[in-house]
């Protein structure tokens, strides 16, 4: 009898300690996959060709999914705190938002004008972007997710960036050969000369970066005294990123990044992308250059300290991600 | 009749996706010559029908690929940048020749777009360029 008692308290114990073992596993599991997921890095490629976006896992390098959005998806821009992509599509002057940890579309926003570049303001409370057609800058309010506020700005406003420091919007105006800069409150600070068709703007601490298309050449603005410095990159640049103190260019028609060094002035390495390599993001945990090659429908990934190329993904037609495309 | 058919597919395709905004237009073709890469590629180098139409921009050997630009300039497209690849066919007595073609419409302000100079316009356009440009350099390798 009293043996028969202990076997039993001995065998509630050991379901006990299954049925917990169990649990614990499922809990494991369960954190472990949301943590993982919060902290991937992934990069957002716009397919203008087939209206889709190409989610790229990259840590390991391989594609994650493919979400449908509007029509002809041209630029770009991540809220890294929120967990939010924007996408702009020109066909169907509109934008598509993403969220970024389920990658489901969660929003159509329509604009009734060709959305071409966007970029957001360090809170994150406010997304702008620039309307090609109309010369504006639209203010879209991430709380109502509507536009609020229209900006007349100078004509084809291009790319556009926000200064996190100074707190300014910056614009390239492509057919002006200018850049315009304005305050959040959208006063115009300065408007200074580029070189020939600036297009895509990278700005952070006290300068901006714009490539200057019809000149191979990037031009450096510095925000505090308004000196320029003009250096020479491949032919038909269309966008820069800079990291510590080296810049890396998009040559559109050499189907090559070229790597300067702002330091000694002088081009570091030219490296071979796919073909008609358009726009470039990087991710500085990782080690990563991010190219999208609009003519192979495809992006170049390529290590940051090796410059050794790592991989070379498919991507959907006509890949541009105009903008910051990746998820730190 | 011919004029007439485009006429319709311009008008059907100017009102489909890509009636507006920035896009660049892409035209790819590509076409299988019955000759080795390497043959094919110093023929490409020395055929003088392509430049009449575009200026070489660079040739790299190492991996076979041609640029060029454009000189024509009464055409209904803008800012044609085109690249041409060979590539391996088949067999080594293959080769795939590779035409891809950027370029914008003409009009690039506020639709409403003018009539013929659309996207579908400047398309078709590059299409009669690239397509025959193609089959007279197959005509011309394999005839050697």
Known sequence: MVKQKKLSIFNLKTS???????????????????????????????????????????ETLNTLDTLE???????????????????????????????????????????????LSLTSNSEETEVYVTDWFQNNVLTISIEQMRVTNSLNVGITPSGIAYNKKHQYQIISNRDANTLEIYTKDHNLVKKIETGNHPFGIYTEGDFVYVAN????????????????YEFLVGAH?????????????????????????????????????????ENLDLNIKLNLVVVT???????????????????????????????????? | MKKIIFTLLAILFSTLAFSHGPTPQKVQESVTIAASPEKTWEALKN??????????????????????????????????????????????????????ARFYRTYKLNPP????????????????IV??????????????
């Open chain 1, 16 to 58: 006990n300690l299954i049925i917990l073992t169990f649990f614990l596993i499922i809990l494991y599991l369960y954190f472990s996959s949301n943590v993982k997921k919060d902290h991937i890095s992934k990069a957002y490629i716009t397919n203008q060709g087939d209206n889709t976006v190409s989610i790229i896992d990259l």
């Open chain 1, 69 to 115: 959005v509007g029509v002809a998806p041209l630029g770009i821009t991540i809220l890294q705190k929120k967990k939010l992509v924007f996408v702009g599509n020109v066909g169907t002057d509109d934008i598509s938002v993403i969220d970024a940890v389920n990658d489901r579309l969660i929003k159509t926003i329509k604009l009734g004008t060709a959305p």
């Open chain 1, 213 to 228: 298309v019809y000149d191979d050449s990037v031009s450096i603005i510095n925000l505090v005294d308004w000196s320029t």
């Open chain 1, 237 to 277: 640049p269309y966008n820069v990123r800079v990291h510590n103190k080296v810049a890396y260019v998009t040559n559109t028609v050499d189907d090559t990044i070229t790597i300067y060094d702002l330091d000694s002035k002088k081009t570091i390495k030219t490296l071979d992308t796919g073909e008609t390599p």
């Open chain 1, 293 to 328: 090659n609009w003519g192979s429908d495809s992006i170049s990934i390529f290590d940051i300290q090796t410059l050794q190329l790592l991989k070379e993904i498919k991507t959907g037609a006509q890949s541009r991600s105009f903008g910051d495309f990746i998820l730190q």
């Open chain 2, 47 to 100: 055929y003088s029908e392509f430049e009449k139409i575009m200026k070489v921009r660079s040739f790299k050997d190492k991996l076979m690929k041609a640029k060029y630009e454009l000189i024509k300039t009464d055409v209904p497209f803008s800012d044609y940048n085109a690249q041409i690849r060979v590539k391996k066919g088949e067999n080594d007595n293959e080769s795939v020749v590779q035409w891809t």
């Open chain 2, 113 to 128: 777009i003018p009539e013929g100079q659309d996207d579908a316009t400047a398309v078709a356009a590059v299409k009669e």
């Open chain 2, 131 to 144: 397509g025959p440009g193609l089959a007279g350099f197959k005509k011309s390798v394999e005839s050697q």
